[in-house]
């Protein structure tokens, strides 16, 4: 057939997009675009190659496997190459691949190994003389990656097999993952820090194994599974089915859901079966994978350019589909954050009906413009919630089909607030909107705020959902009584939660307005304020926008002076910045929330608060504020926090210009960038200790 100038460019095309797209994926670990669009593009150009083979080049995509290794790993060579499986999408394709097993080996029916095809990070296992000596990531499928030392982190990887004769040389080969529970348990995690949460479970698995420092990746549960080695014919076996076998034998992690099957009846019920449980699977798979269970067989089968003939990737659909946006509401979390949700017109994804999917934040909406009345692809990955991926096609996009983030609350009316470094959106009516009556009472009742003992999650539940509690205010007319009489609750530890509350009525300045709630008053601006007011009338008292006008005025009229070489005025209550101010304005000026604060620090039995006074400091880091983002490998963020007020310095809450240092570990949020953005100085944890030696000397 001959080459025309469309096919041409139409290959062309396709190869810088697959390897763009290959180099985010591989070797960047971020994905802008879904793995069935990928697969896609990838078939089109296998296709257009198969029917144009002048148009094949030694550099196609198609005649490898993809992506480079970092350069901050030294080089590992594949003795024998890693590479891809050829997919499948459907049950003619599985069709095809048996028939051409079958003519290949001319025989009526083939026994197959089928297993799980998992969504983690291909790596390879070398063992001597059973002890795991070195470990690679699969890199281009040539040349990986050495992540020894990390993979040595990994708990399920034995360091020693358990056979009493193992083999001198032996390379296993499997994936790195992460399991759905977990990776929902490192997301609650990076919310509670109000850090960037993971995109998924394979991205976070990958970036893990490839942090240079160790312990930071010890913090990651990854597991391993194996489903092979690099050469067969070094091990005494003859089917594939066998070799996993001795795996597990020698103490390595195997997919229990493996089998053995009969020709293609046997393949195409092992991937219904395989459908049917893979919501219930603890780690997440995209398909299953089939391999001619022969040794022999798979040798005579041999390979193409970059996939074995005796194996494929039976890919399930995927866990997206396109849809209509009907409308974009708002709803407010049990924290007070704002999220815009897309309604749906309904559509069927990974196997369930979706009407509604997230938005995360309005800062989402923008990158992805999404209108109303728009065609959008939506994603649904396990149990997490569907979100929406991207714009498929825009709609109209008449003047009121584009979002905008409401100025009030929809729940309770409050004003809404966003301070500078973050994305989410707020209520700020936290003491009495309903949407967060339960946030804000576990809030209140927290160790570092009220510390009310016995008050946790099933207690609030109860009271909150039997209109015994609406706000904190109603926490102190509680009765031993009352609480007795709730589900699991016996007059014992009512009496003690009733203690406990009654305990709680004199707290100290910085901890009753860090119980309040208000938006972007951690526990360091709590203490800022009490230290600055030293009342609770005081703080009621201040007239915070004339006072955000100030901080504004003398900001800029520092930066000038700074220009000019002179001297800064006096600082306009240093460490809260004009905008944190507004926030303060608008929460103390919502009338319920002064009715709650009224409530709770009036009449008989209210609570007392302490007036205080300011603290020393006794370091030479007197005045500096820091801003912590990541996990550091050595040190918890209490731990970092303590370390920095006891020489005298401040933590901050988000990074802006008084912002002194930066200390930023893994998986570092935007504050980092913020800091880039604004010239601010950046510490690690090494840098943070040196400095911490220095200020005691």
Same mark, same amino acid.
């Given at each position: 057939?001959?080459?025309?100038?469309?096919?041409?460019?139409?290959?062309?095309?396709?190869?810088?997009?697959?390897?763009?797209?290959?180099?985010?994926?591989?070797?960047?670990?971020?994905?802008?675009?879904?793995?069935?669009?990928?697969?896609?593009?990838?078939?089109?150009?296998?296709?257009?190659?198969?029917?144009?083979?002048?148009?094949?080049?030694?550099?196609?995509?198609?005649?490898?496997?993809?992506?480079?290794?970092?350069?901050?790993?030294?080089?590992?060579?594949?003795?024998?190459?890693?590479?891809?499986?050829?997919?499948?999408?459907?049950?003619?394709?599985?069709?095809?691949?048996?028939?051409?097993?079958?003519?290949?080996?001319?025989?009526?029916?083939?026994?197959?190994?089928?297993?799980?095809?998992?969504?983690?990070?291909?790596?390879?296992?070398?063992?001597?003389?059973?002890?795991?000596?070195?470990?690679?990531?699969?890199?281009?499928?040539?040349?990986?990656?050495?992540?020894?030392?990390?993979?040595?982190?990994?708990?399920?990887?034995?360091?020693?097999?358990?056979?009493?004769?193992?083999?001198?040389?032996?390379?296993?080969?499997?994936?790195?993952?992460?399991?759905?529970?977990?990776?929902?348990?490192?997301?609650?995690?990076?919310?509670?820090?109000?850090?960037?949460?993971?995109?998924?479970?394979?991205?976070?698995?990958?970036?893990?194994?490839?942090?240079?420092?160790?312990?930071?990746?010890?913090?990651?549960?990854?597991?391993?599974?194996?489903?092979?080695?690099?050469?067969?014919?070094?091990?005494?076996?003859?089917?594939?089915?066998?070799?996993?076998?001795?795996?597990?034998?020698?103490?390595?992690?195997?997919?229990?859901?493996?089998?053995?099957?009969?020709?293609?009846?046997?393949?195409?019920?092992?991937?219904?079966?395989?459908?049917?449980?893979?919501?219930?699977?603890?780690?997440?798979?995209?398909?299953?994978?089939?391999?001619?269970?022969?040794?022999?067989?798979?040798?005579?089968?041999?390979?193409?350019?970059?996939?074995?003939?005796?194996?494929?990737?039976?890919?399930?659909?995927?866990?997206?589909?396109?849809?209509?946006?009907?409308?974009?509401?708002?709803?407010?979390?049990?924290?007070?954050?704002?999220?815009?949700?897309?309604?749906?017109?309904?559509?069927?994804?990974?196997?369930?009906?979706?009407?509604?999917?997230?938005?995360?934040?309005?800062?989402?909406?923008?990158?992805?413009?999404?209108?109303?009345?728009?065609?959008?692809?939506?994603?649904?990955?396990?149990?997490?919630?569907?979100?929406?991926?991207?714009?498929?096609?825009?709609?109209?996009?008449?003047?009121?089909?584009?979002?905008?983030?409401?100025?009030?609350?929809?729940?309770?009316?409050?004003?809404?607030?966003?301070?500078?470094?973050?994305?989410?959106?707020?209520?700020?009516?936290?003491?009495?909107?309903?949407?967060?009556?339960?946030?804000?009472?576990?809030?209140?009742?927290?160790?570092?705020?009220?510390?009310?003992?016995?008050?946790?999650?099933?207690?609030?539940?109860?009271?909150?959902?039997?209109?015994?509690?609406?706000?904190?205010?109603?926490?102190?007319?509680?009765?031993?009584?009352?609480?007795?009489?709730?589900?699991?609750?016996?007059?014992?530890?009512?009496?003690?939660?009733?203690?406990?509350?009654?305990?709680?009525?004199?707290?100290?300045?910085?901890?009753?307005?860090?119980?309040?709630?208000?938006?972007?008053?951690?526990?360091?601006?709590?203490?800022?304020?009490?230290?600055?007011?030293?009342?609770?009338?005081?703080?009621?008292?201040?007239?915070?926008?004339?006072?955000?006008?100030?901080?504004?005025?003398?900001?800029?009229?520092?930066?000038?002076?700074?220009?000019?070489?002179?001297?800064?005025?006096?600082? #306009? !209550?240093? *460490?809260?910045? =004009?905008? $944190?101010?507004?926030?303060? @304005? +608008?929460?103390?000026?919502?009338?319920?929330?002064?009715?709650?604060?009224?409530?709770?620090?009036?009449?008989?039995?209210?609570?007392?608060?302490?007036?205080?006074?300011?603290?020393?400091?006794?370091?030479?880091?007197?005045?500096?504020?820091? #801003? !912590?983002? *990541?996990?550091? =490998?050595? $040190?918890?963020?209490?731990? @970092? +926090?303590?370390?920095?007020?006891?020489?005298?310095?401040?933590?901050?809450?988000?990074?802006?210009?008084?912002?002194?240092?930066?200390?930023?570990?893994?998986?570092?949020?935007?504050?980092?960038?913020?800091?880039?953005?604004?010239?601010?100085? #950046? !510490?690690?944890?090494?840098?943070?200790?040196?400095?911490?030696?220095?200020? +005691?000397?």
């Amino acid at each position: 057939m001959a080459v025309t100038q469309s096919a041409r460019r139409r290959v062309e095309a396709l190869r810088r997009d697959i390897e763009t797209h290959s180099h985010r994926y591989y070797v960047l670990d971020a994905p802008t675009i879904p793995d069935s669009e990928y697969d896609r593009m990838f078939r089109e150009l296998l296709e257009l190659e198969a029917a144009h083979p002048d148009l094949v080049t030694p550099d196609s995509p198609t005649q490898r496997v993809g992506g480079a290794p970092l350069q901050e790993f030294p080089p590992v060579v594949h003795a024998v190459p890693m590479l891809s499986l050829n997919n499948a999408f459907s049950d003619e394709d599985v069709i095809g691949f048996d028939r051409r097993a079958r003519e290949g080996l001319d025989k009526d029916e083939i026994e197959y190994a089928a297993e799980p095809k998992f969504d983690g990070l291909a790596i390879s296992l070398h063992y001597e003389r059973g002890r795991f000596v070195r470990g690679a990531t699969r890199g281009d499928g040539y040349t990986g990656e050495d992540v020894t030392a990390n993979l040595r982190t990994v708990r399920s990887i034995p360091l020693k097999l358990r056979g009493a004769r193992a083999p001198g040389a032996v390379e296993v080969r499997g994936e790195v993952i992460i399991y759905k529970a977990d990776f929902e348990r490192i997301n609650a995690r990076q919310r509670e820090r109000s850090e960037k949460e993971f995109v998924n479970p394979r991205n976070t698995a990958a970036g893990a194994l490839r942090q240079l420092d160790p312990r930071i990746t010890a913090e990651r549960p990854l597991r391993f599974f194996a489903y092979g080695v690099g050469d067969p014919a070094k091990l005494p076996f003859k089917r594939h089915s066998e070799i996993l076998d001795w795996l597990a034998e020698e103490g390595l992690p195997v997919a229990a859901e493996r089998a053995t099957v009969k020709g293609l009846s046997g393949l195409l019920a092992f991937y219904q079966k395989m459908g049917k449980k893979r919501e219930r699977l603890p780690y997440a798979i995209d398909g299953v994978v089939y391999k001619v269970n022969d040794l022999g067989d798979q040798r005579s089968l041999g390979f193409v350019a970059r996939a074995p003939r005796f194996a494929l990737a039976h890919k399930y659909a995927p866990e997206e589909a396109v849809t209509e946006v009907l409308d974009i509401e708002v709803q407010v979390g049990r924290t007070g954050t704002l999220t815009p949700v897309a309604r749906l017109a309904p559509v069927s994804v990974g196997g369930a009906t979706v009407t509604n999917a997230t938005l995360h934040n309005e800062d989402d909406v923008r990158r992805k413009d999404v209108w109303r009345r728009d065609t959008v692809t939506v994603r649904r990955a396990g149990d997490v919630i569907p979100e929406v991926v991207s714009v498929s096609k825009a709609g109209p996009r008449e003047q009121g089909d584009r979002f905008e983030m409401p100025a009030r609350c929809p729940v309770c009316g409050s004003e809404v607030v966003r301070l500078e470094g973050e994305a989410a959106s707020r209520c700020t009516g936290g003491l009495f909107c309903p949407a967060q009556r339960k946030g804000a009472l576990l809030h209140f009742a927290s160790r570092r705020a009220m510390d009310i003992e016995g008050l946790g999650d099933k207690l609030v539940d109860q009271l909150v959902d039997s209109n015994k509690v609406l706000t904190p205010a109603d926490l102190y007319t509680l009765d031993a009584a009352t609480l007795a009489a709730l589900d699991r609750m016996g007059e014992k530890s009512a009496r003690n939660v009733v203690a406990a509350i009654a305990g709680s009525k004199n707290p100290t300045l910085a901890r009753f307005v860090y119980a309040l709630g208000i938006p972007g008053v951690g526990e360091e601006v709590a203490r800022i304020l009490a230290g600055h007011f030293g009342s609770f009338d005081g703080l009621l008292g201040a007239d915070w926008t004339e006072l955000a006008e100030r901080k504004k005025a003398a900001q800029k009229e520092n930066a000038a002076r700074k220009r000019r070489g002179e001297a800064p005025l006096p600082p #306009v !209550l240093e *460490g809260v910045g =004009p905008e $944190l101010m507004e926030s303060l @304005a +608008k929460f103390l000026s919502q009338q319920h929330n002064r009715e709650v604060i009224r409530q709770l620090t009036s009449g008989p039995g209210a609570v007392v608060v302490q007036r205080e006074k300011r603290r020393a400091t006794a370091g030479r880091l007197d005045g500096k504020v820091f #801003v !912590l983002t *990541g996990a550091l =490998p050595g $040190l918890t963020r209490e731990e @970092a +926090k303590e370390m920095i007020e006891r020489s005298g310095g401040k933590v901050a809450a988000s990074v802006s210009r008084q912002t002194d240092y930066v200390v930023a570990g893994a998986e570092a949020g935007s504050k980092l960038g913020k800091a880039h953005e604004l010239g601010v100085a #950046v !510490l690690d944890e090494a840098g943070l200790r040196k400095m911490f030696e220095e200020s +005691k000397s």
